[in-house]
């Protein structure tokens, strides 16, 4: 009877090593497809888009780095941010360089170019106009910058002084030239206009006096500016614009009104100043590749649905974007991909207000709760 018992248990003990080697193989075979499905998965899912901004210590290139750190990964894009000279260059990078699906782009320089081509210049035509705003993102402030013992005080007085423009091929040099047009009704005179980096216009500005004024563009709090030291307001100081000026009129034709505040610039300012701003596009080209365009709406949509994280994470800026879509000027256009993704998200955080999403306690997990 023991010698039974003992080779029954035996063989209970064979099958249950049996079962357990079955089902580790099955589990093992399991995982590795689950696995394979999973590679397979991320590779039709994940394309690989770049976005151009502009320098390493500007605003713009900021906000390319919070889409592509937040949103695009949850987007199944992986976003490569490029530093440039500015918006000029983002149009025609946009245009014609492999593999750029998105661009920061002033509303100035977006209309310069629809400009030149109502005005008949072919090639402005063949850049500008297969591109498409995606959504307007937040104003950028206009700084002049100048010496601190520079008896300007106002934006006004920069009519006759020598301008550092910034780089050919950059919105701030095109901002600068049409800000200057408008209030004066002529150019920079060409011996008064250079064309430097902002870092080196600062270094001349206070070392040799050979530029009276440097212009800076960038949404507030700009990076090139807080990293001042106190000590800067010993060399430098901002003009701030004056609102009932004849020339201020004509400067808001184009341009809106702004406040630069002194909590962005502790180490420069004691109040906050009067200034002018340019708004910032994001915009795309007019793809038409299924693929293409199932990313760029696929990115919209988790910008959308997780925008608090940028406000929580990102830039300050982010918190001036509505993520909405006015009218346009004539010649301008929405992307349509991307415009109904936009549409459709912000319908839907209207009559739900989007929170943050819980996190769920081990006895929900447990129960089923988490959805």
């Not at 005080?153 to 701030?172: A, F, K, L, M």
């Not at 095109?174 to 150019?187: G, K, Q, S, V």
């Not at 708004?279 to 949509?301: C, E, I, P, S």
Request: aromatic share 8%; glycine share 6%.
């Amino acid at each position: 009877m023991r010698r039974a018992a003992d080779a029954g248990h035996l063989v209970v003990i064979a099958l249950i090593g049996a079962m357990l080697a079955v089902h580790a193989s099955l589990s093992s075979a399991a995982t590795s497809n689950a696995s394979q499905r999973a590679a397979r998965d991320a590779t039709r899912a994940t394309a690989q888009f770049k976005i151009v901004t502009a320098s390493e210590r500007g605003t713009y290139i900021q906000i390319g780095r919070d889409i592509a750190r937040f949103i695009a990964p949850l987007a199944g894009v992986k976003l490569d941010v490029l530093p440039s000279a500015g918006s000029a260059e983002n149009v025609r990078r946009l245009r014609y360089e492999p593999g750029v699906k998105l661009a920061m782009v002033q509303s100035d320089v977006y209309q310069a170019f629809l400009d030149q081509a109502a005005a008949g210049n072919v090639e402005a035509g063949n850049v500008i106009r297969p591109l498409r705003v995606v959504a307007p993102l937040y104003d950028e402030e206009i700084y002049f910058v100048v010496r601190a013992d520079s008896p300007m005080e106002y934006v006004h007085d920069i009519r006759g002084t020598r301008i550092n423009t910034g780089p050919i091929g950059s919105g701030t040099a095109l901002t600068t030239t049409t800000l200057y047009r408008l209030m004066f009704n002529e150019p920079i005179r060409e011996q008064d206009a250079s064309f430097l980096s902002n870092e080196d216009a600062l270094a001349k500005l206070v070392t040799d006096r050979s530029i009276d004024v440097v212009a800076i563009i960038a949404g507030q709090p700009a990076k090139l500016l807080i990293d001042m030291k106190p000590e800067s307001r010993r060399y430098i100081k901002l003009l701030k614009l004056d609102a009932d000026h004849s020339t201020t009129a004509a400067a808001l034709r184009t341009y809106f009104p702004a406040t630069v505040r002194a909590t962005s610039y502790p180490n420069l300012l004691s109040s906050d100043l009067p200034g002018l701003a340019v708004k910032a596009y994001l915009v795309t080209y007019d793809f038409n590749l299924g693929a293409t365009r199932q990313h760029l709406a696929r990115l919209m949509r988790a910008l959308c649905r997780n925008f608090f994280l940028l406000e929580a994470n990102g830039h300050p800026k982010w918190h001036e974007v509505s993520l909405s879509l006015p009218d346009l000027g004539e010649g301008w256009s929405y992307y349509d991909a991307t415009a109904r993704e936009i549409r459709a998200c912000a319908a839907a955080r209207t009559s739900t207000p989007a929170n943050p999403p819980k996190t769920c306690s081990q006895q929900e997990r447990v129960l089923g709760l988490c959805g």
